[in-house]
């Protein structure tokens, strides 16, 4: 019968995170556990409990992933000789607690070297770093062998001695009166912690834990085109495992410094050029700065606001390929110029008259609009008039007389207001 693949068995997808593992063995364990009586199914339950014990092994997961089945044969404990009717009435914590508990998953192999812890660091690098690549230097403190001791945590001239307890083994067996009823479990000696020796007179240096933190420092290569957020992996600069065990890996978590021109999006780089509108509307050529340092760019006449335009391969090398390049990006920012000399401001003028643009509302224009309104104040009047009875009637034709000469006099008013007067155009 060919064997189910774990992450179907766990119905999770093969980057699934630690706590959907967890979580999607509990709920279908729930399911299958013995005590429930519709859906609990004792061959399926073995089948979920052997995938959950891999797949929640880091180290068990990444071979599987990469060997399948094959690799991780002998590595599962077998639930085969389980009897899990006599699970009935125990809860499937009690269950996840006992098989999967209590440090079980970590260290591999009971007594045995295990491997050191991996080690995380931040690193932040400049934006054109992250661009072009880098190397850096990098100091972490990190487990290492005790140099006093050379490691085996007893004090210089004494020597570690063959534990009692369990005879040098570093596993004691210990009969469990359980749900399973009586049963035999292999553990770790309490009392070297699977060591198989005992320190009699410890090391001062390391306390008798063979182990010390030193500070080292390790070379980073960083490669050109490195995303923010990337995790680097330098293999073997984490922790010293207990026992003799390897070293544990360093990921180091890049971090990248916002660049004040340049805003990146993965491989292409953007940014804001200010242009003057004679430029906009002329066009020419003129230096962008980019990556590489300043470059040449054309712009071409007529030009609107927002316009962006392309300068090709002057972006973000590719990562892990960086013969290929990204592209920048360049929005073209129309500036109006704002402070005008009195020779510029008389130039503009003239470009406005030469293109018959009207800058301001004609005088008959602006008497239009003031028409505008007196009629619909007088049409609100006239009917407040009406309301009001046919007495009034004289005083609104009254009135209307009144407005009319008014606005014979606005309309002088407003002609004299936009006559140019002397020295105000030199201004
Ligand atoms: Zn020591
Ligand atoms: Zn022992």
């Known amino acids: 019968m060919a064997k189910r693949d774990y992450y179907e068995v766990l119905g999770i997808a093969k980057n699934a995170s630690p706590e959907e593992i967890k979580k999607n063995f509990r ?4 399911d299958l556990h013995p005590d429930n009586k519709d859906s609990g199914d004792e061959a399926a339950f073995k089948e979920l409990a052997e995938a959950y014990e891999i797949l929640s092994d880091e180290q068990k997961r990444a071979t599987y992933d990469r060997y399948g089945h094959e690799g991780v044969k002998g590595s599962t404990r ?30 591999g192999r009971k007594g045995g070297p295990e491997q050191g812890s991996h080690l995380k660091y ?11 690549g880098t190397e850096k230097k990098i100091n972490i403190r990190r487990l290492e062998d005790c140099t006093t001791c050379e490691g085996t945590g007893a004090a210089p001239g004494s020597t570690p001695v063959t534990c009692v307890t369990c005879a040098g083994m570093g596993q004691v067996q210990q009969v469990m ?15 070297c912690q699977g ?13 008798g834990e063979a182990l010390v933190r030193k500070s080292r420092e390790f070379q980073l290569k960083i490669p050109p085109g490195i995303e923010p957020g990337s995790r680097l992996r330098l ?6 495992g207990r026992r003799g065990g390897t070293f544990g890996d360093l990921f180091v978590i890049i971090h990248v410094k916002e660049h004040k021109q340049f805003i990146r999006d993965g491989e292409t780089i953007h940014i804001r050029q200010p242009i003057s509108f004679s430029m906009a509307a002329l066009g020419g050529e003129m230096m962008i700065a980019t990556v590489d340092g300043p470059k040449q760019l054309k712009i071409a006449a007529g030009i609107q606001n927002g316009t962006t335009q392309v300068m090709r391969e002057m972006g973000v090398p590719r990562f892990n390929n960086p013969t290929r390049r990204g592209d920048q990006i360049v929005h073209l920012i129309v500036e109006t110029p704002t402070k005008l000399a009195p020779e510029e ?5 003239k470009l406005a008259e030469l293109r018959s643009e009207q800058l301001h509302l004609t005088p008959e224009e602006l008497a239009e609009i003031e028409l505008k309104k007196e009629a619909a104040k007088e049409a609100a009047a006239a009917e407040v008039a009406a309301k009001a009875g046919a007495g009034a009637k004289s005083k609104a034709g009254k009135k209307e007389e009144e407005k009319e000469k008014e606005d014979g006099s606005l309309i002088d008013k407003i002609v004299e207001a936009f006559r140019p ?6 201004k």
């Open 27 to 30: 709920n279908k364990a729930r």
């Open 78 to 107: 077998g639930f085969d000789n389980v009897d899990f009717s006599s699970m009935a009435g125990f809860g499937i914590d009690d269950f996840i607690e006992f098989f999967f508990g209590g440090g079980m998953r970590s260290g």
């Open 122 to 132: 931040d690193l932040e690098i400049e934006f054109l770093e992250a661009v072009f």
């Open 177 to 191: 009166n359980s749900w399973f009823g009586q049963t035999m479990r292999v553990i770790e000696c309490p009392a």
């Open 195 to 207: 060591g198989g020796q005992k320190i009699d007179k410890p090391c001062r240096d390391c306390k």
């Open 235 to 240: 293999t073997m600069a984490g922790d010293k």
């Open 345 to 349: 401001k008389k130039l503009l003028e």
């Open 421 to 426: 007067k002397n020295g105000d155009e030199a």
